[in-house]
């Protein structure tokens, strides 16, 4: 008997015992469904994470006063450390050669824009930059010209809309040449920004950028501490950038050796690094919450595929006797088996996908699909088969024909 032959009666038995089939596969798709739910919705997440993080390029990051993943820093000394000032940030970008950009930015947050009668909610961010950082922040501009060096060095009062900014207030004109007020100052603009990636439905693009200059004559030098970003010329040089841009603000800032940095690097690989270590316990509890029950739909299987083999002993006995092989018998229930679990996996994926896009859609994230936990979840299910289904394969490959022939 061929493999196609072998494969045509698995499936017919498969087909002729519709009731036993679904009881089945029923644990098959319980164990598969409770991985696959869960991992699209993790999945769903980190897309989300990491198309939202468009607000540094690629090979860049930030050095920053706190880390901002613990709201200031997790000690006491952390919370206590100095600004950075833009005079850091300049002489930083003088020594550190190394890299492509070295830029500086400031925020206000929660900020209204106006034009004539018209104004934006108060929830507008209001970046203060320098010219690098347009570019580490991957800040392209649709409408108009970027920020010059010469808008720094003479304070002008010129500023770029985020396409939320323009949607409220310049619905129907060209805003570029425009003149619109912030905390009462007039700011002309000169160039309107890309839309951007939302994270988890949060717009990026309900902010106003203006010379970091500007910023600070507006809400003050020493008010707030600089951001830097630096990015380097490729991922090769990346790591090294960061080691000479540590040592380097370690000595402008005037650390004594043995002391910790009064400084955090932030990076768009330090957030998903984050995620990462929050999931990475979710995937493990998940799979094994998967692994129990496919053991127990395993379990459920074999005494299921045991059962068949008792009813189909006659069938077996006048196999035997037309001329079919211990081998052909085996590979039979063995196949049946796998297409048992394979049919019950297919099922728990898609409604895994299914399930876990619609609960993932309340996050407002992006659509996804694990695609490396369905090839897990579909090789866990041969595996589960083979497992489960030798034993019934071996009992059935053994009876002895003259015994099953007699078999009511």
């Not at 720094?152 to 310049?170: A, H, P, T, W, Y």
């Not at 570029?176 to 920004?193: K, S």
């Not at 590979?331 to 994926?349: K, R, S």
Request: proline share 3%; charged share 20%; net charge neutral.
């Amino acid at each position: 008997m061929n493999v196609t032959q072998t494969l045509a009666l698995s499936a017919q038995s498969v087909k002729n015992n519709k009731l036993r089939t679904s009881l089945t596969i029923l644990g098959i798709v319980v164990g598969i469904f409770s991985i696959i739910v869960i991992m699209t919705i993790i999945t769903m997440l980190q897309n989300s994470i990491e198309s939202g993080l468009s607000q540094l390029s690629k090979n860049t990051f930030q050095i920053q006063q706190h880390d901002p993943t613990v709201g200031g820093g997790g000690h006491r000394r952390d919370r206590s450390r100095r600004d950075i000032t833009i005079y850091e940030a300049n002489r930083l970008k003088e020594l550190l050669t190394s890299a492509m950009y070295v830029g500086a930015e400031q925020w206000q947050f929660g900020r209204i824009v106006k034009y004539g009668n018209k104004e934006t909610n108060p929830n507008i961010q209001v970046a203060g930059a320098t010219t690098d950082a347009m570019n580490t922040n991957n800040w392209l501009v649709e409408e108009g010209r970027s920020l010059r060096e010469i808008d720094i060095e003479n304070s002008r009062n010129v500023c770029i809309l985020g396409q939320d900014v323009v949607d409220k207030l310049f619905p129907n004109i060209n805003p570029v040449g425009q003149t619109v007020r912030v905390d009462g100052r007039p700011l002309q603009v000169i160039g309107v920004l890309e839309r951007e990636p939302s994270l988890f439905g949060q717009s990026n693009d309900n902010r106003i950028i203006m010379p970091i200059t500007t910023w600070q004559a507006m809400f003050g030098k020493y008010s707030h501490s600089v951001n830097i970003t630096v990015m380097s010329y490729g991922k090769d040089d990346y790591n090294d950038v960061i080691e000479s841009a540590i040592g380097h603000f370690r000595q402008i800032r005037k650390n004594t050796p043995g002391e910790p940095n009064d400084f955090y690097i932030f990076s768009n690989e330090s957030i998903i690094g984050l995620v990462n270590d929050i999931t990475d316990p979710i995937k493990i509890g998940a799979l094994a919450v998967s692994v129990i029950a496919l053991i127990a739909a395993g379990v459920g299987i074999m005494n299921i595929m045991l059962v068949s083999v008792t009813e189909r002993t006659k069938e077996i006995g006048i196999r035997k006797a037309v001329g079919a092989r211990k081998s052909d018998i085996l590979t039979q229930f063995l196949i049946e088996a796998i297409i048992l679990c394979v049919i019950g996996g297919i099922i728990g994926i898609l409604l895994g996908i299914g399930i876990g896009n619609f609960a993932g859609s309340f996050l407002n994230a992006e659509k996804a699909v694990p695609v490396d936990w369905v090839i897990i979840g579909i090789t866990l299910c041969v595996v589960v088969g083979i497992i489960f289904g030798t034993y019934p394969a071996y009992k059935a490959a053994n009876l002895d024909p003259i015994e099953a022939l007699r078999y009511e």
